[in-house]
Every structure is written in structure tokens, then in C-alpha cells.
């Protein structure tokens, strides 16, 4: 039997500017900031991990934010839509509070869902759906109460440069089911309750720019390191050229690019972003690995200030 994997583990995009990403991702999309670190490999810029209440796997969007970095352009080789999943009944409280902060957004169906369409300031694309799969969130801020708040990830479209190929991948070394068909999109379904569809554009994209408002890469979901081993040895054996297992404090990662040249990562479910912070005051000190505390003095001193806030919108 092939392997699968549960869904999307987290999904880490680029911005522009640090208390901009906050504004909207907590702001008013309602999400928590569950990690304030830098990126480990470029520690001058943020990591900012927002989701449910604990950012449990499926759940947690992530993003650099370059100050004034340069924007990007969606296309081929990216995730091309981030889908956002609401509880069932909460889509008109969804388009009463984009219209309130002046966010333009399309209602469209596909697959019997309806979907709104909406960009954040950097022009990354994201969606909203409303399913009744997959546990509520227990986090409220600002103007969003925990019965209507984003549950986590529904899934994402992707944008390849060789969709087949990607298909190919998605089935038949992710182990997702190929289910269904709708204008131009394939679905692809994992087992998990959050981040389980996965809808692929089957036409040929051009390829797009990494910069803000794109995705950088899409993660998704290992057990534990044990799982993780027995992915890498697939991923190598599908070809693919495999990081080693890299250590990112709150789960291993292993990264490789598919033939669609989107930019995979397998992560670990554990150990999850209680590991040096208690529940309660998740996301509110800037966590240093212990490679990087030594510096955290100028680490600190570099970044911009960063607020979590409510907005005047919603006072
Ligand atoms: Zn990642």
C-alpha cells in the first residue's frame, strides 16, 4: 500500500512588512500568532507562524516578511490559492467582515463548494470555504468569535509548470486519491480532517516570481521523524533530490522540489509549538533557537516592531 500523507502540514509565503502581515492574518483574519521567531537561515527577517489556537498541523500559515521586499508574481511552480476553512454556516459572517475592512473579494463554486476569493496586502491569493469536517478553532480575536473563525487550511490550488507531473507526485508518492474534476482543476484528496484537498490547475502555468505576495513552499504532514525517514527514502527513490532532515525547533523538515517545480516539504506533527512556550502566551516572546540565543541581543535589535492588535475596525 503506497503511504499518505494526512494533508498540509503549513504552508510559508513572503511579505513586505512584519505589523502589516499581523494586521491581516490576525487582525482580520482572526488567526493567533502562535510563533514569533526569525528564519533560521536568514535571521535578520522574521518567522511568523499564525493558526488555530495551538497552530496544529494543518493549520498554520507562515510567513517571511522582507521589509519592502519585492513583490513577486503568482504563477507556475507555486501554490496559486491558499483555502482557508470556516465552519459551515460562517461564510455571510466571512463576506460582512472582508466588506467591513474594505477587502474586495469574488464569490465562485467549484466542486458544489462556494468559495471567496480575496488577496492580502501583498497580493498573496487566498480563499475561504465552509465545510463541517475538521475540529473549530478555540481561538477569538478582535471582531471574530471561535464558532466563525478559520479551522485551518481546507487545502490549496496549485500551480505547475508540468501538472501532470504534479498529479503523478500528489498520487502517487503523497498517497493522495484523485477524486473528481471541474473547470480545469483535478482534486486530490488526503485522509486528514484539515488541509485534505488539493486542487491542481491541470493546464500548464507559466512560472511565476518568488517574492511577496507568493508562496514559498507547501509542507505537509509526517508523523514523526520515523515516518520522516520512510518519506525521504521515497522521495528518493521517486527521483527527486532530498534535503537532509533539518532541524526547525518545532518539527524536523525534509525539503525537495517537484517536477512541477513547486517546493515540497515533509514536516513532523511533533514536537509542536508548545516545545518552549506554554499555551498561554503562545506567539508573544521572540523565540530563538538555542544556535541563534547567543546573538539575540542584535538578532532583536534588527527587527522591526511588532504588535498584535485589534484593528480600528473592530473597536
Ligand atoms: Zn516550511
Sequence with gaps: MTKQTAGIHHITAF?????????????????????????????????LYFGNEMGSPGTAMTFFPFQGGRKGRVG????????FVVPLDALPFWEKRLDRFAIPYARTERFGETYLQFKDWDGLQLELVAR???????????????????????????????????????EHLMGMERTSEDQGLVRYKAPGELGNLIDVNASVMNRGHGGSGTVHHIAWRARDVEDQEQWRSLVAEQGFQTTRIVDRQYFTSIYFREAGEILFEIATDSPGFMRDEPFET??????????????????SEGLPPLKIRVLEEDQ
Design 76 to 83: 507556475g511552480g507555486q501554490v496559486g490559492y491558499t483555502t
Design 15 to 47: 511579505a513586505s512588512d512584519a505589523q502589516a502581515n499581523a494586521d491581516f492574518y490576525a487582525g482580520i483574519l482572526g488567526l493567533r500568532l502562535v510563533k514569533k521567531t526569525v528564519n533560521f537561515d536568514a535571521p535578520e527577517v522574521y518567522h
Design 132 to 170: 463541517k469536517q475538521g475540529p473549530n478553532s478555540r481561538w477569538s480575536f478582535g471582531g471574530v468569535p471561535a464558532d466563525k473563525a478559520i479551522k485551518g487550511f481546507g487545502g490549496a490550488v496549485l500551480y505547475s509548470i508540468a501538472p501532470d507531473k504534479t498529479m503523478y507526485t500528489l
Design 282 to 299: 503562545l506567539g508573544e516572546k521572540l523565540m530563538l533557537p538555542a544556535w541563534l540565543e547567543p546573538h539575540r541581543a542584535q538578532i
